[in-house]
């Protein structure tokens, strides 16, 4: 993570919240990722619940720092022109950790029972969705450090998106081919599988919001 946000340089507290938002949503995805593997060989259990209230706590913090981030940019007037911008970013990455946090709940409640031939694919998919939020957080902390161009961050988000939309693809085509599962149990696991999907839907969305600010500010 980078240490100092230069759009950011005039209050170091406005900094330190904007880098611990960031932070928080890697650190929830390194979680989430966790939390997928205890779940696909053992449900819910301790572990998982521990990393379900851990994301949980996470997002937590994000709506407190988005609401204090909010309240000091309108306050301190620090950045003219851009502070709209830089909130609507804020909450289009606040969306992907919301998504976390509605996955691990979801999940602890449903408890879809996972089929062993889904398992390669399902941790692939959580795996590249991972590189997928950091490709966005990469690209936001550029920007906020006054890099104006974060074509490749972007790029690499998208490419990332797509080839997520293959893997779902995929483990849709494994779920309906499975003809020991009820048509009541493929739908669930679909289901989960488009949950998964709209983690980096979020993050792609996020993304778009970035470049179009970028591209404004260079301007």
């Known amino acids: 993570m980078k240490n100092h946000l230069a759009l950011f340089h005039k209050t170091k507290q406005l900094n330190d919240k904007m880098t611990k938002f960031l932070t928080n949503i890697v650190e929830a995805g390194v979680i989430f990722e966790k939390a997928i593997t205890i779940y696909i060989h053992k449900s819910v259990n301790r572990d998982f619940l521990k990393y379900k209230q851990k994301i949980s706590e996470l997002e937590s913090q994000n709506d407190t720092l988005r609401r204090e981030i909010e309240a000091e940019l309108y306050q301190q007037m620090i950045i003219p022109g851009m502070r709209s911008d830089i909130l609507d970013l ?28 889904l398992y390669p694919k399902l941790q692939e998919l959580t795996h590249i969705t991972l590189n997928c939020v950091q490709a966005l957080v990469q690209g936001v902390q550029s920007f906020l450090a006054g890099q104006m161009s974060v074509e490749n961050e972007i790029q690499e988000c998208y490419f990332l998106e797509h080839k997520i939309d293959l893997l779902g693809q995929d483990l849709k085509l494994l779920i309906f081919q499975n003809k020991r599962l009820n048509l009541a149990r493929q739908l669930q696991l679909k289901d989960m599988v488009n949950n998964l999907e709209e983690l980096s839907d979020k993050a792609e969305d996020a993304a778009d919001k970035l470049k179009i600010i970028s591209v404004k500010h260079a301007l």
């Open 90 to 117: 804020t909450e289009g990455c606040d969306a992907v950790i919301n998504q976390y946090e509605a996955l691990v709940i979801l999940w602890s409640i449903e408890a879809p029972k996972i089929p062993a031939n």
